[in-house]
């Protein structure tokens, strides 16, 4: 099995490390994660994590670094593990956005093996949708982080060019379509029914369409035609929705969330 140590248990690296376990990818204790304020992580150590606030001893004995801190975070942490690292022996996999590889070994040095991946919060429950990326790593450490990765979800190797879009898309992706949904249960609530009730509806129907994709490979506009009936309701509710921008809006969304990604680490 091999040992993981999570620089940067925020919601990411937990998420990573919860999806690991639950898809038994490895043991509890295979994972090491840090913080700088270890104190409030007893329920990660009673699952049975190993904790730790010290950087530079965490890595020491992980085959895979993940850094899982905010980009203006990421300097520090570069400076505490740098020259600890056995390039030979050891893969870091940086979930940091706007950060290339490059970036990473400008400052670890260029034999160290950087694969850059961006998940998202759903790899808690082994549903992410995660692109990998690297400007220089073996086909050996690709096919190692893409079998990592496919243990907690889908995954897609892009180039490394795209990353920040991929951050865009898949990784903010899970807030714009959360809020998505959200609007479809507040809708439920104006015709008629209790919160409680709208989200259980809007929830399923959302993960009913998503599947339906999935499922039969077919194209959204494809599935949409199924359900428009002539001079009927679904249509008008569609209509309405483009008419007050709905497309335009995500669209416009995706692609200010993908300018702000690359400017993230350089700001
Ligand atoms: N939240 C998300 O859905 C995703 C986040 N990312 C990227 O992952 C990174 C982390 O994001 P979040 O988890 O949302 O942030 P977060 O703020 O929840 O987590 C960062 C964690 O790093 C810890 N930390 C800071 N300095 C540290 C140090 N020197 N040593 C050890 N730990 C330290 C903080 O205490 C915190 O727990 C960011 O670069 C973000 O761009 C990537 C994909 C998805
Ligand atoms: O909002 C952010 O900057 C991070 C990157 C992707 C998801 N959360």
């Given at each position: 099995m091999p040992k993981i140590t999570i620089i940067g248990s925020g919601n990411i690296g937990l998420s990573l490390a919860k999806g690991l376990l639950a898809k038994a990818y490895c043991q509890a204790e295979d994972?090491?994660?840090?913080?700088?304020?270890?104190?409030?992580?007893?329920?990660?150590?009673?699952?049975?994590?190993?904790?730790?606030?010290?950087?530079?001893?965490?890595?020491?004995?992980?085959?895979?670094?993940?850094?899982?801190?905010?980009?203006?975070?990421?300097?520090?942490?570069?400076?505490?593990?740098?020259?600890?690292?056995?390039?030979?022996?050891?893969?870091?996999?940086?979930?940091?956005?706007?950060?290339?590889?490059?970036?990473?070994?400008?400052?670890?040095?260029?034999?160290?093996?950087v694969v850059r991946a961006m998940p998202n919060t759903a790899i808690a429950i082994g549903q992410s949708m995660t692109c990998i990326a690297s400007d220089h790593a073996t086909d050996h450490h690709m096919a190692e982080v893409t079998r990592l990765f496919e243990t907690v979800g889908a995954v897609v190797t892009i180039n490394e060019d795209l990353m920040t879009s991929a951050t865009a898309l898949c990784a903010c992706g899970i807030a714009f379509f959360l809020?998505?949904?959200?609007?479809?249960?507040?809708?439920?609530?104006?015709?008629?029914?209790?919160?409680?009730?709208?989200?259980?509806?809007?929830?399923?129907?959302?993960?009913?369409?998503?599947?339906?994709?999935?499922?039969?490979?077919?194209?959204?506009?494809?599935?949409?035609?199924?359900?428009?009936?002539?001079?009927?309701?679904?249509?008008a509710g569609l209509n309405e929705m483009e008419h007050n921008g709905f497309s335009s809006a995500f669209i416009k969304g995706i692609k200010l969330s993908a300018e702000r990604a690359g400017g993230l680490y350089k700001d």
């Open positions: 994972i090491t994660l840090t913080r700088r304020n270890i104190k409030q992580m007893n329920s990660e150590a009673e699952r049975g994590f190993k904790l730790s606030d010290n950087n530079r001893e965490a890595i020491l004995r992980a085959d895979i670094i993940v850094l899982a801190v905010l980009p203006q975070q990421l300097n520090q942490v570069l400076e505490q593990i740098n020259g600890a690292i056995i390039a030979e022996q050891q893969l870091v996999v940086s979930v940091i956005s706007g950060v290339s590889c490059k970036d990473i070994r400008l400052q670890l040095g260029d034999d160290i093996q809020r998505s949904i959200r609007a479809a249960s507040q809708g439920g609530v104006e015709i008629g029914f209790h919160a409680h009730d709208a989200l259980k509806m809007a929830v399923q129907t959302a993960k009913g369409a998503a599947d339906l994709l999935l499922q039969m490979q077919s194209h959204p506009e494809s599935e949409i035609d199924k359900v428009t009936s002539p001079k009927g309701c679904t249509i």
